[in-house]
T-cell receptor, first 115, second 115 residues
């Protein structure tokens, strides 16, 4: 199984809602990532988890809260988002985050719209 | 810090024609280079990667790339383009961020294929 899955595929939420994005991989990877991608732009790194511990937070606003319950699962909890947070949210995983041959496997993304 | 330049925002080719997408990188040491493809509304898929050894790298879907250290380039090529190759292509260089190897992406090149 070389797949990263993400749910839901699409999400529409109001600015006062609380929602969560879910990512799962069963490749035994120990590093997992959240990216945000705006249309026609490259992915922007948000968070990195290495061995289930948060290792990088790229100065992401606190309305985004990541969680790694175990080595296969990665969540992104959303609260009080702004319309400018509307984007494609990509999850990725790799064997480890500290190796130079850091091939990342990406999920299909969650298309988030904030009204 | 590492950086990647993809000078072409859009490239238009006819189906069956050859393709070359340009990528220039800046990195202080031996670069770890990647090409990813992203179809509309999808995640990123790794086409090929270069770490060391043979400077001509073969990837999936008939793509290849050549690493030229003297030109700091890693251009992607395909001898005959298919309509299904229409997508966004991202070149990336792996570099260290906060102790983790994180790819730095170029801005992307949008490939348009005419029948």
């Amino acid at each position: 199984d070389t797949e990263v899955t993400q749910t839901p595929k699409h999400l529409v939420m109001g600015m006062t809602n609380k929602k969560s994005l879910k990512c799962e991989q069963h490749m035994g990877h120990r590093a997992m990532y959240w990216y945000k991608q705006k249309a026609k732009k490259p992915p922007e790194l948000m968070f990195v988890y290495s061995y289930e511990k948060l290792s990088i937070n790229e100065s992401v606003p606190s309305r985004f809260s990541p969680e790694c319950p175990n080595s296969s699962l990665l969540n992104l909890h959303l609260h009080a988002l702004q319309p400018e947070d509307s984007a494609l949210y990509l999850c990725a995983s790799s064997q480890e985050s500290g190796k130079a041959y850091n091939e990342q496997f990406f999920g299909p993304g969650t298309r988030l719209t904030v009204l | 810090a590492q950086s990647v330049t993809q000078p072409d925002i859009h490239i238009t080719v006819s189906e069956g024609a050859s393709l070359e997408l340009r990528c220039n990188y800046s990195y202080g040491a031996t670069p770890y280079l990647f090409w990813y493809v992203q179809s509309p509304g999808q995640g990123l898929q790794l086409l090929l990667k270069y770490f060391s050894g043979d400077t001509l790298v073969q990837g999936i879907k008939g793509f290849e790339a050549e690493f030229k250290r003297s030109q700091s380039s890693f251009n992607l090529r395909k001898p005959s383009v298919h309509w299904s190759d229409a997508a966004e292509y991202f070149c990336a260089v792996g570099g260290v961020t906060g102790g983790s190897y994180i790819p730095t992406f170029g801005r992307g090149t949008s490939l348009i294929v005419h029948p």
